[in-house]
């Protein structure tokens, strides 16, 4: 199973929106609709973000938030702060009964 | 709120064997569905096993199928992941995390280091 690919930067000042894209294939992303997104500090350990590819956990700011189309899913983060430099990882159910992740980005928050 | 802690971490040798173990504090581990994910130094993650509540279903990615066995206690709170035949390309930190859909409880990690 490949991973799936994300950019592997991307970068915005404070106050701007951001996406992050996440491109898989029929046999994961566009199959089903189990994509979530995982932000990781460095050091710590991956943090839910989005589930379900558009649902945000209890306790996630509604700045995030997650779609679909076709085999990329996206994450997008608006009003960025500077609380938000991390890497972000999606991930996706796939037609083989495992999961995969995507290779990760690194937001950098000028 | 569930929390999971990962222990057994260590040096292994190449060829070596290992036994991770991961406790849940709650009542609902006997409910959940687990997975164990590992991150490489300085890369992305990887899932790697997955076990539903009963047992009955397990799954395993490619690189660790043969090698690796995932397996539970639901009375101890307790994941287990047993690693045979250890190679220098397991090195990494080993993440037991809850859900099916999604990933939503994540412990702290265990560093497994394979070297002679």
């Known amino acids: 199973q490949s991973a799936l690919t994300q950019p592997a930067s991307v970068s915005g000042s404070p106050g701007q929106s951001i996406t992050i894209s996440c491109t898989g294939t029929?046999?994961?992303?566009?199959?089903?609709?189990?994509v979530s997104w995982y932000q990781q500090h460095p050091g710590k350990a991956p943090k839910l973000m989005i589930y379900?590819?558009?649902n945000r956990p209890s306790g996630v700011s509604n700045r995030f938030s997650g779609s679909k189309s076709g085999n990329t899913a996206s994450l997008t983060i608006s009003g960025l702060q500077a609380e938000d430099e991390a890497d972000y990882y999606c991930?996706?159910?796939?037609?083989?009964?495992?999961?995969?992740f995507g290779g990760g980005t690194k937001l950098t928050v000028l | 709120e569930v929390q999971l802690v990962e222990a057994g971490g260590g040096l292994a040798q190449p060829g070596g064997s290992l036994r991770l173990s991961c406790a849940a504090s709650g009542s609902t581990f006997s409910t959940s569905n687990m997975n164990w994910v590992r991150q490489a130094p300085g890369k992305g993650l990887e899932w790697i096993s997955y076990i539903s509540s009963s047992s009955y279903t397990r799954y395993y990615a490619d690189s660790v199928k043969g090698r690796f066995t995932i397996s539970r206690d639901n009375a101890k709170n307790s994941l287990y992941l047993q690693m045979n035949s250890l190679r220098a390309d397991d090195t990494a930190v080993y993440f037991c995390?809850?859900?099916?859909?999604?990933?939503?409880?994540w412990g702290q990690g265990t560093k497994v280091t394979v070297s002679s």
């Open positions: 991930s996706s159910y796939t037609s083989s009964s495992t999961w995969v």
């Open positions: 029929s046999s994961d992303v566009g199959g089903f609709d189990y």
């Open positions: 995390a809850r859900g099916l859909r999604a990933f939503d409880i």
């Open positions: 379900d590819v558009t």
